[in-house]
């Protein structure tokens, strides 16, 4: 029986609020940005007073100057207050309307703009200047967009996340890069922080729409997982579990398998699943051997429920052989579900906005792509998981 209180004790939701965010400062380029925003402060030949003032000059009745690419630059590293923020905002609009007349693209500022705002820890901001259609090909890069979800998401402004994920559906950028990685991750994240049903059907189609055209990675799969056992669907969670590579290979993943064979009443498999612990090659590194205490909590629940003394053994053979080799972790499903994407150094790649963009679609670096489902129709996932369903049969012990 599939209980309405488990996700309070599988995930272990805390009452105190806790920052979460998805990505580093150095993954999104808020390091290099804040290095390269020093630099720019230290070499500034005038006192800030007379540059601000300078910069008020632009916008002076009738007065139609161009912004200096140098000028804006300065800007950027150099706003604090809510004035000099919004200067920034009036020359980000002057520079993007003389860049599109003159048709010259000198400096790609979207990127460079959104970690300001970032930083700055200004989301309504960041959310009106990426969705007025006027600045379009100002913000023309995935990374302008990782970096705004990233910020809304820090604010737990979850339902703005899906309606920038919606202007970057519909933007230049998604026939050039469609479905990047970052993005796939904080959309699916966002639908599992709203936690309703018409937040689970809009991921639930997302993700079909994504599998359908591009690897998926394994964290945004395991959102959705997640999402569905909120919404008390423990077999279309264990269907997405099944599009990665080896579930059972991540502690993320394997915990959530755990839960959903045991909603399953496959409480037998779910065990199965903790002895291969205990008996797996010690070569590989240590975290493949964890598994949280909430799991482990659930299971012990669950099987305290039934009269199968051999489940019930086994069980406890194998909570105490976990024990004992310090296999068990008190991080709740949550937290890990929550913590930041790790990126390789070498997957890292340059833009043109600072010295690098460390974030693009092609360098998060995840243990569970799914690259066998390329040839997938736009249908929803639902579809195909039932015609899976329908394929095997029903789930039984």
């Known amino acids: ?8 004790l599988f995930f272990n939701v805390r009452r105190y609020r806790q920052e979460r965010f998805l990505f580093t400062d150095k993954s999104l380029g808020l390091t290099d940005f804040d290095i390269f925003r020093n630099a720019r402060r230290r070499k500034l030949n005038i006192s800030q007073e007379q540059f601000w003032n300078k910069m008020q000059h632009y916008f002076l009745p009738n007065n139609t100057l161009f912004i200096y690419t140098e000028d804006l630059k300065n800007a950027v590293c ?9 200067i920034v905002r009036k020359m980000c609009y002057r520079y993007n309307d003389q860049s599109q007349r003159m048709k010259i693209f000198i400096y790609q500022f979207g990127s460079v703009i959104m970690r300001m705002l970032h930083c700055a820890r200004k989301p309504d901001l960041a959310y009106d200047l990426i ?33 920038v994920w919606k ?19 904080l959309t699916t994240a966002a639908c ?44 279309m969670s264990y269907e997405i579990l099944m599009l990665m590579k080896k579930p059972e290979d991540n502690v993320i993943s394997r915990g959530l398998l755990c839960y ?11 065990i199965q699943l903790l002895e291969q612990l205990i008996v797996t090659d010690l070569s590989s590194p240590a975290m493949d051997f964890k598994i949280s205490a909430c799991v482990l909590e659930d299971l012990s629940k669950a099987v305290g429920e039934i009269a199968d003394t051999n489940i019930i053994k086994r069980f406890k053979r194998v909570h105490s052989q976990l024990k004992q080799s310090n296999n068990i972790i008190t991080t709740s ?17 340059e833009d043109t906005s600072l010295q690098g963009d460390p974030l693009n679609s092609n360098n998060i670096s995840q243990s569970a792509i799914l690259h066998k489902n390329r040839s997938y129709t736009n249908d929803k996932i639902v579809e195909l998981l039932a015609k899976r369903i329908r394929s095997e049969g029903p789930y039984e012990n």
Request: glycine letters at 2%; hydrophobic letters at 40%; charged letters at 20%.
């Open 1 to 8: 029986m599939f209980s309405k209180n488990i996700f309070k």
């Open 78 to 86: 150099l706003a604090e207050t809510e004035e000099q923020i919004h």
């Open 131 to 163: 969705s007025d259609p006027a600045l379009s090909n100002f913000f023309n890069h995935p990374m302008c967009f990782t970096v705004c979800m990233d910020l809304l998401y820090k604010e737990e402004r979850h339902q703005a996340i899906i309606d």
């Open 167 to 185: 202007i970057y559906e519909n933007s230049d950028c998604m026939l050039k890069n469609p479905y990047p990685r970052s993005l796939q991750i």
């Open 192 to 235: 599992y922080k709203i936690a309703t049903e018409e937040a689970c059907e809009f991921g639930l189609q997302f993700l079909g729409n994504c599998i359908a055209k591009v690897p998926v990675p394994g964290k945004a799969l395991a959102m959705m997982s997640a999402l569905c056992l909120k919404m008390e669907n423990p077999n």
């Open 260 to 270: 959903a064979l045991k909603n399953l009443n496959r409480l037998h498999e779910a």
């Open 333 to 349: 499903i949550d937290d890990l579900l929550c913590a930041p994407v790790h990126m390789q150094p070498s997957s890292q790649q």
